[in-house]
């Protein structure tokens, strides 16, 4: 059973990995619309991911709590340590992958935000953004 869910567990982690890579791809590129499509699926694959990893903990866990006097590693076969390595190794790589992501998001927002400002300066009242006067070459015809 432990197994089975960290072999599922790394799946869903590799698909992640994948998806986030697309992501950095179509950013590049400019394409936000597959980027927003496959904001679905990468919150069902990380649902899937916690379930299978409370699923885990609740079988390593019972391991523990049956042989509590042996150390974690003579519970564990040599499957389910590489596949515990390969599990930590992908986490790692999909925190890298995102990191690489959210950089390139903030620079798009940014460049955005500031386009935006130039073209309709704004200023703040209060806790609010209003045009401000000179924005007024934006002029609306019916």
């Known amino acids: 059973m ?6 599922s567990a790394i799946k869903d982690l590799e698909t992640l990995i994948s998806l986030s890579l697309e992501d950095i791809d179509d ?4 394409k936000h619309n597959p980027q927003f499509d496959r904001l679905a ?3 069902e694959k990380i649902k899937s991911f916690e379930q299978k990893k409370a699923m885990i903990d609740r079988e ?10 042996a150390p974690l590693s003579e519970l564990l076969d040599t499957e ?9 190794e992908n986490l790692s790589r999909l925190r890298e992958v995102n990191q690489k992501y959210a950089k390139m998001v903030l620079s798009v927002g940014s460049f955005y935000n500031a386009l935006l400002e130039r073209l ?7 806790y609010q953004k209003v045009a401000r006067s000179e924005a007024s070459f934006l002029e609306v015809r019916a």
């Open 2 to 7: 432990l197994s089975y869910q960290l072999q």
């Open 27 to 30: 950013i590049k590129e400019a």
């Open 41 to 43: 699926i990468k919150e």
């Open 60 to 69: 390593i866990s019972k391991l523990m709590t049956q042989n509590p006097t």
């Open 80 to 88: 389910q340590h590489q596949q515990l390595d390969a599990l930590k």
């Open 120 to 126: 309709v300066p704004t200023q703040m009242q209060g």
